[in-house]
C-alpha cells in the first residue's frame, strides 16, 4: 500500500475545494479533485498540488450519476492503492431566488439530485470499499460541506436551504454507523465565504456584515474552511463523530 495517504475531493476545480485540496496536501496527503470540466481553474489547481510536491489526479465526473461512483473509486484505487479521506465538497446553490410559494419540483429536484443524493451514495460508497479494504484501519475520515443554511431558514432559496439540511442530517446518519469502524464523519457548515458563487450577493451581504450580521464583520476566507478540513482528517478531534463545524464568524451564533 502506498504510504501517503489520499484524500478525494469533489467539486475541488477552484473555491472550498480547492483551498481543501491545498490544505490537505500541506498536510501531507496525495489529492485526487474532481469537477464537471477540466478547464484552466481546474489546472491552477493541479499546479498549485505540484507545487506543494504532491502526487495528484483530476477525475472529470458528474457525482449526480451514481453508476460513475464505482469507476471513480476504481480509479483511484488503481492508481493510488488506498483512500484515507472524502471531502464531499461538491454542490449547487440555487439559481434563482425567489418566493417559496413558487418553487417548483425541477428547482428541487435539480439541487436533491447533487447536494443530497449524489453526496449521500458517493459517501456510501466509499464508506463500503472503505470497510472492505480493511474495517478497522485507523487515520480514515470522510468531511461533508454544507452550509449555513442547514439551520438557517432563507425562504427565497428554500430549495437549497432543504437539500443542505438533508444533507446534514445524512452525515450524522453516517457517523452513527461508521464509528465502529473508526471512520469519523463531520459536517463543515461555511458562512458567507469569499467564492465565486457568492459573488451575486457580494455588496448585499457586506453591508449586512458592516451592521453587525456576523459578529466578525468580514467575509470568509476559503482557506479558513480548507483549515478546517485538514484539521478533521488529521484527527484533531478523536473521541468526536458527527460533529458540526460552524466556519461563520459567529453568524450561527445564537444572540440576544
Known sequence: MN?????????????????????LAEAGFDIVIN???????????????????????????DIT????HGRLLDE??????????LVNNAGMIAQRRGDILETSPEELDSLWQINLRGTFFLTQAVARRMIAE?????????????????????????AY?????????AAQLFAV???????????????????QMSGPVRERYSKMMGEGLTPIRRWGRTEEVGKAVASLATGAL?????????IDGGLLTFRL
Open 161 to 169: 436551504c432543504i437539500s443542505k439540511s438533508a444533507a446534514s442530517m
Open 3 to 23: 504510504e501517503r495517504r489520499v484524500a478525494f475531493i469533489t467539486g475541488s476545480r477552484r473555491g472550498i475545494g480547492r483551498a481543501a485540496a491545498f490544505a
Open 177 to 195: 454507523r461508521l464509528a465502529e469502524h473508526g471512520i469519523p464523519v463531520f459536517e463543515i457548515r461555511p458562512g458567507l465565504i469569499t467564492t
Open 238 to 246: 478523536p473521541y468526536s463523530i458527527g460533529q458540526v463545524i460552524n
Open 65 to 68: 450519476e451514481i453508476e460513475f
Open 76 to 85: 483511484i484505487d488503481r492508481e493510488f492503492g488506498r483512500l484515507d479521506c
Open 134 to 158: 480493511s474495517p478497522d484501519r485507523p487515520g480514515r475520515s470522510i468531511v461533508t460541506i454544507t452550509s449555513a443554511n442547514a439551520l438557517m431558514v432563507s425562504p427565497e432559496k428554500a
Open 35 to 61: 469537477d464537471l470540466e477540466r478547464d484552466a481553474d481546474a489546472e491552477t489547481t493541479l499546479r498549485g498540488l505540484a507545487d506543494r510536491g504532491v502526487r495528484s489526479r483530476f477525475l472529470l465526473g
